[in-house]
């Protein structure tokens, strides 16, 4: 941790680009388990999606006709964008509600956030055949306005940047910039409210692309209600992968927490499963109501029932009566299961709406089954995402206390917005 | 601006506006191929088609596509789908009333999901009403997930990759003032080329003088809200191999309600939340 003291105040650029270089080099130990496992991941991934960038899609997809979309939208992009969710679900609590209880994650779950639209929305520009016009609904060369991916598209851009300020000021304390994180900081308020709006718009967005495909999804999960059941299930999706990223993130960025954080963090998490519990019985409930609803209790008996059982129930019902009782006995452990198990859930869910329950009546011969370089870029994408967050929270305020400095600025910020207001 | 320049421009401005209107169709109206704006369609009888497969043909010599071998029987073994190199295909089926040959392509719906789906605008809906496509597109292949008929194909194998199925004949012969090279191509009429309105009369017409020969429906006549290649049969078309569930409304119309309701989320939500905000400061002041 020594290179952090030579940090800030950068006063010459040569001093800044020192700084840099120092920071980009890597900490810790090397040869652990994850770094083993992933690095050759991430290695042989970079020179497939490269060859894939340049070849095309069939030289590394999986070739089935009339599935067009695999797990690169099903997993990457539907998955991981329901895992963000966390981001604007604690922004809202945070900053909308004012409740400090969670405010010693809120960064580590910003930056989460941020990463994974950068990276699993990125994720789309290998499923694009023509990925170099990816530009063109963004400067206009047509503006697609009647279709839903357009407006997914243009929210995930800006989200990004609504994300990337609400994180910036981390960025700032790292860099030294005092006078430019109070500009961005007195951006956060509205960086939230903006990203919360476009939050909740492109969650139930992504259900709102799969609604065309009516007569090729299964009707047990197709209902008019799509865009709400995605809205709903991305903030458990995402509150769980909260929980599970903290229980990893305790562990690896344990040296840098604060006494409070630590104090406060089984209290942190149990508010969290409760949060869960409940927003996941809205779902089963909703769910519930379709299923009686569309009449659809009949399909239930089928090989596709089951699987449908298996999602709902399985998957969505236990964790959910899990969290509940982790919650009442204040027991992590069950906690953690019930996070896993969602999150398996969230998993399969998403890939049923893209290419399980997704013309379910094709056999299972011609069916999209993906290649070993779908799943070796989809896991490349996932550890790329990893890499970059551990290098940022090792080195910026993401768990530890942000520097003196910026925690005076703040107080003096706040005591002249409560002068104005008094 | 003065008056008289303000009605000049004006006067020239919707001058232009007509003639553009007259001279967009006329290339089309000189031929004498369409009355007005409307849908150009085929209307294909499954029951005069003898699998000569003459429109596969006439459809890779258009487009420059790899030749199939007509003569080669061994090809019905198989139900084919449409790839990117054979846009239009023949198949065979086993039906209650024997053989029967139904030739498969994009059916042009009238308010088509993959033009709906598309966010650059790539895939569009002719005036005349053929799908066709741009190169704008960005290849996300939406409009291939969209397609209740599987009809929209990206090329697989190619590092620049274009959306590839029928396009009606739309820019190699319908702008010349020609009909599709299958319609031509056809030895038998099963397929008659014409605008959507005539051709619902002229089935019509067939199921009511003939109603012993087909069963009393148009596929295409309401299908996801109708389509512009129609057809005829003298079996039920679940036995052709077409689905028969897919209900009359028009794709599209599936997400315009989530569309509607964006602009008002967008309204609404942060002004509720910044109430909110507020809400809870003045609590904590006290």
């Known amino acids: ?422 | 601006m003065d008056r008289r320049k303000f009605l000049k421009s004006l006067g020239i401005g919707m001058a232009g506006m007509t003639c553009g209107g007259i001279l967009g169709q006329g290339r089309l109206h000189a031929q004498g191929l369409v009355e007005g704006k409307e849908f150009l369609s085929i209307l294909i009888d499954t029951t005069r088609c003898i699998g000569c497969r003459s429109c596969e043909l006439a459809c890779a010599q258009t487009y420059d596509l790899p030749i199939p071998n007509i003569e080669d029987n061994s090809v019905f073994e198989k139900e084919r789908r449409t790839t990117e190199t054979q846009w239009t295909i023949v198949n065979r089926y086993k039906t209650d009333k024997g053989t029967v040959y139904a030739v498969k392509r994009c059916m042009h719906c009238n308010q088509p999901a993959c033009v709906s789906a598309c966010l650059v605008k790539a895939m569009k809906k002719r005036q005349v009403g053929p799908v066709t496509w741009d190169d704008n597109c960005m290849g996300c292949k939406m409009c291939a997930f969209s397609c209740p008929f599987d009809k929209a194909i990206l090329e697989a194998h190619s590092p620049s990759p274009r959306i590839r199925k029928c396009f009606l004949c739309w820019d190699k012969r319908l702008v010349k003032g020609e009909i599709p090279a299958c319609v031509e191509a056809c030895p038998t009429e099963a397929l008659v080329f014409g605008t959507r309105r005539d051709l619902l009369e002229d089935a019509r017409t067939r199921l009511y003088r003939q109603p012993d020969r087909y069963v009393h429906q148009i596929y295409g006549e309401t299908e996801v809200g109708g389509t512009s290649v129609m057809y005829l049969s003298a079996v039920p078309f679940e036995q052709l191999g077409f689905r028969t569930d897919l209900g009359t409304t028009a794709l599209p119309e599936l997400s315009t309600g989530f569309l509607y309701a964006v602009p008002i989320i967008f309204v609404l939500w942060p002004a509720f939340l910044l109430g909110v905000h507020r809400a809870t400061k003045e609590k904590e002041e006290e």
């Open chain 1, 1 to 422: 941790m020594r290179g952090k003291q030579a940090s800030p105040e950068a006063r010459t650029l040569k001093d800044f680009i020192a700084f840099i270089i120092a920071e980009l080099k890597p900490r810790g130990k090397i040869f652990t388990p994850f770094n083993i496992i992933s690095a050759p991941i991430l290695a042989l991934g970079i020179i497939l999606i490269i060859y894939r960038l340049i070849n095309g899609l069939g030289s590394v997809v999986a070739e089935a006709p009339g599935f067009p979309w695999g797990i690169w939208i099903g997993f990457n992009v539907m998955v991981g964008v329901a895992f963000a969710g966390g981001a604007y679900v604690l922004t809202f609590v945070v900053y909308i509600l004012r409740s400090e209880k969670y405010h010693p994650i809120i960064r580590a779950t910003i930056l989460n956030g941020f990463l994974a639209y950068v990276f699993y929305a990125g994720a789309i520009l290998l499923d694009l055949g023509r990925w170099w016009n990816i530009v063109n609904p963004l400067i206009g060369n047509k503006f697609g306005v009647n279709s839903v991916l357009f407006l997914v598209a243009w929210h995930f851009l800006l989200y990004m940047i609504a994300e990337f300020l609400e994180f910036s000021p981390a960025f700032a304390e790292w860099l030294g910039l005092r006078r430019i994180r109070k500009i961005l900081r007195s951006f956060t308020l509205a960086a939230v409210i903006f990203g919360i709006t476009l939050s909740t718009l492109h969650q139930s967005g992504l259900g709102a692309l799969v609604m065309m495909a009516r007569p090729n999804i299964h009707p047990l999960w197709y209902t008019e209600f799509i865009p709400v059941l995605f809205f709903v299930s991305g903030i458990f999706g995402g509150l769980s992968m909260v929980i599970f990223e903290g229980t990893i993130s305790s562990r690896v960025f344990g040296y840098q927490l604060t006494n409070d954080f630590r104090r406060s963090y089984d209290d942190i998490v149990l508010g969290l499963a409760k949060t869960c519990a409940a927003v996941m019985f809205v779902y089963l409930f909703l769910k519930a109501l379709v299923l009686i609803h569309g009449a659809h209790l009949s399909l239930i008996a089928s090989p596709m029932g089951y699987w449908y059982l298996t999602e709902v129930v399985g998957l969505t019902l236990i964790p959910c009566i899990l969290y509940l009782r982790g919650f009442r006995d204040r027991n992590i452990k069950v906690i953690r299961i019930a996070a896993v198990l969602t999150m398996a859930g969230i998993i399969i869910n998403r890939c049923n709406y893209v290419f399980i329950a997704y013309k379910w009546y094709v056999p299972l011969s011609e069916r999209y089954i993906p290649s070993w370089q779908e799943v070796v870029m989809a896991l490349t994408i996932v550890f790329a995402h990893i890499w970059v967050f551990r290098w940022i929270a090792h080195r910026m305020a993401v768990y530890r206390k942000p520097p003196a400095w910026a925690v005076e600025q703040d107080r003096r910020e706040e005591k002249k917005t409560l002068e104005v207001a008094l």
